[in-house]
């Protein structure tokens, strides 16, 4: 199972992060736990200065921007 975490405290992109990353997961039919993070000092153990955050299985993927579906599509598969 791939754990993902949405980093943010509830902004536009913070919002629009999460419905696009529970959207692909829920299409393409993949194994995965989605846990929205709100906390700032949680927030700032992944050294992130910008939200939206991106982890999937603990790793940072991406911070401040929303990223391509392709591109999530492809860490979310491990790719």
């Known amino acids: 199972m791939v754990t993902v975490k949405?980093?943010?405290?509830?902004?536009?992109?913070?919002?629009?992060?999460?419905?696009?990353?529970?959207?692909?997961i829920s299409q393409k039919g993949i194994d995965a736990a989605v846990e929205k993070v709100t906390d700032i000092n949680e927030m700032m153990n992944y050294g992130i200065m910008m939200t939206p955050g991106l982890v999937i299985n603990e790793q940072v993927k991406s911070?401040?921007?929303?990223?391509k579906e392709e591109?999530?599509?492809?860490?979310l598969k491990g790719n």
């Open 6 to 24: 949405i980093l943010g405290t509830g902004c536009k992109k913070c919002i629009n992060l999460e419905l696009k990353v529970r959207e692909l």
């Open 63 to 67: 911070y401040g921007i929303i990223p």
């Open 71 to 75: 591109q999530i599509l492809n860490w």
